[in-house]
């Protein structure tokens, strides 16, 4: 990094402390104001989009990105502390200039967050679940998990997502890992179903660890796929999270048979009213060699959830992001290395959480270079692998191009208990990727063209992110 950029990164780091404190004064009052103080301390010409964006978004006090903001003001004070000082200084400013100079350097993708499976076990079996696939016997040790930390903080990683398998299984472990990484920020996914009052008094003790709890629409759609009496046991792990004054989400996987139970008013107000903050909503995934693909969403269902949750955007006080329908917004596909790897619960290090192959395991290598391995590289060359941001994936839209690369690079399933082939997943997409491939071209054509027309007639490029666009290599290309 040179020295302007280092001198920009530090007046930025200034100016959001300055902001942050201006807000705690008096947040209704000030968080209209903000943008005028960023204003006075950061040049005219620097993230001009970004700043306009947020300056829009808060301008209305009636406004839900408002009332958003004013929910994030009624938590733990030194909770959120903690949290804007992480997320946004430690991984989002800092962090990220140290990922680009070593994706610069080592001519590979770094991630901004690194998942990885504590252990595979989990207290439930729900449908069409794939860490269910991985068995229940396959731990990493604290020493491991603290090892992956160390060596993703080198790299600049200052995010880490622990997934499974149900990570509270080992809630001592997870609180010794905030403790011993107070810089780092840590999101759980999780059922919900174990948490209790000691467990919530820890979370608030150590201020750096939040949960996504899984949620699948009404009572009866969450309890059809996750069992009986689930849905009543996250709510009340929620209410405890909320009397602490502590942040939390969900997490959902939206199915052919769950779409319009999500797609509602009532689910959505039914999450802001228990104090959710953020949605993290995934398409369901055929990955298992016994996976089904009935739970696959029809086009028509997709479209709708697109429509609804792009709709309550602009209504509803919750952040929320769609991890197959918002590619356009990180330049396609994010895994590999280019947002984000995976780790499951035996040491394999896979691209995605959702695609289970691998060239290399954590105990046998570095991180580096797990992320320097014959598929890392595939992927770091072949994004986007597809121009059309609603057919992002190398394997539900693009399933060519995942039998391809697990081929040319070697790359072995790494599902320990019913291996399945590339070729055997990628058959249960094919049908699916032509399917919705109709309906994504005219959605993605309209796309391009409401995007010219706000943007004096010029569609811009959609293939930005990529952190090591600057040196590029070109050595596992695939057609």
Known sequence: MNLFDKAKQAAIATAVNTALSYLEKDPEKNIPRLMELVDKVVPADWYVHQRNTIRNAIKDPDSNWYKLLLNIYSLDPAVRETFFRN???????????????????????????ILLDP???????????????????????????????????????????YTGGEPTVRKKDLIRLCEMHPDCEFLSFTNGTLFDEEFCDEIKRVKN?????????????????????????????????????????????????????????????????????????????????????????????RQLM????????????????????????????????????????????????????????????????????????AYHDNQPFNDNMLLP??????????????????????????????????????????????AADVLWEKTLERKAAANGGVVPDMSWGKKSDPLPSKKTKVS
């Not at 696939?133 to 790299?155: A, C, P, R, V």
């Not at 399933?413 to 070729?423: G, V, W």
């Open 87 to 113: 997320f946004i200084i430690e991984a989002s400013l800092k962090g990220s200039s140290i990922q680009y100079e070593a994706a610069r350097e080592n001519q590979c993708n770094i991630p901004w967050a």
């Open 119 to 161: 252990t595979s076990a989990c207290n439930l079996k729900c449908t069409g679940c794939w860490a269910a696939e991985y068995g229940h016997k396959l731990n990493l040790t604290l020493e491991e998990i603290d090892s992956i930390i160390n060596q993703g903080l080198e790299l600049g990683v200052h995010f880490y997502i």
């Open 209 to 301: 660890f939040i949960p996504a709890f899984s949620l699948e629409g009404s009572e009866e759609a969450n309890d059809g796929r996750r069992g009986n009496g689930v849905y009543q046991k996250v709510l009340h792990s929620m209410d405890l999270l909320k009397e602490r004054g502590l942040p939390f989400g969900v997490s959902t996987c939206y199915t052919s048979a769950n779409v319009e139970s999500i797609c509602t008013d009532e689910f959505f107000d039914n999450l802001v009213d228990h104090g959710v903050l953020f949605a993290w909503f995934f398409h369901f995934m055929p990955t298992g060699f016994n996976s089904s693909t009935e739970l696959l969403p029809s086009p028509a269902q």
């Open 306 to 377: 697109i429509k609804t949750l792009r709709g309550f955007r602009s209504t509803k006080p919750i952040f929320t992001i769609d991890f197959q329908n918002d590619a356009e917004y990180c330049g396609g596909c994010i895994a590999g290395g280019r947002q984000y790897l995976h780790i499951n619960a035996n040491g394999d290090v896979e691209p995605c959480v959702f695609i289970h192959y691998s060239n290399c395991n954590i105990r046998e290598t570095s991180l580096l270079d797990a992320l320097k391995s014959p598929l890392f590289l």
């Open 393 to 438: 994936c190398p394997m539900l839209e693009n399933p060519t191009r995942l039998r391809q690369m697990v081929e040319e690079t070697g790359a072995k399933p790494t599902d320990l208990q019913a291996p399945e082939s590339a070729e055997h997943l990628c058959a249960k997409c094919d049908e699916y990727s032509r399917n919705w491939k109709e």
